[in-house]
Nanobody
Framework: QVQLVESGGGLVQAGDSLRLSCAAS????????MAWFRQAAGKEREFVAA????????YYADSVKGRFTISRDNAKDTVYLQMNSLKPEDTAVYYCAAGGVYGSQIPSSYNYWGQGTRVTVSS
């Protein structure tokens, strides 16, 4: 059974940092492109960042470029999202996703999803 389990969310102040983790139980994790999405209350799920199977290629939404960094450790079957200089508008539930074409910003193109971890940034 495929599982993606996110962790690391919480309540922080503007300007703080958080690191999200997504542990995957995929048979061949290193074969999967991975991504992070987020969904704020009352809004659609939006793309945040993507990383290809090897970790050599990354892609970011303009809204997080320069502040967030996606990475992966294929030996640990885990993908990370380092979030710096957080802003109140980053408040959302953050989801990791597996599969799909590298860099796709379309949620339906990903095969597997985690349950999400909530990030709240106060001003």
């Amino acid at each position: 059974q495929v599982q993606l389990v996110e962790s690391g969310g919480g309540l922080v102040q503007a300007g703080d940092s958080l690191r999200l983790s997504c542990a995957a139980s995929l048979r061949t994790f290193s074969n999967y492109n991975m991504a992070w999405f987020r969904q704020a209350a009352g809004k659609e799920r939006e793309f945040v960042a993507a990383i290809n199977w090897s970790g050599r290629r990354t892609y970011y939404a303009d809204s997080v470029k320069g502040r967030f960094t996606i990475s992966r450790d294929n030996a640990k079957d885990t993908v990370y999202l380092q979030m710096n200089s957080l802003k109140p508008e980053d408040t959302a539930v953050y989801y990791c996703a597996a599969g799909g074409v590298y860099g796709s910003q379309i949620p339906s193109s990903y095969n597997y999803w985690g349950q999400g971890t909530r990030v709240t940034v106060s001003s």
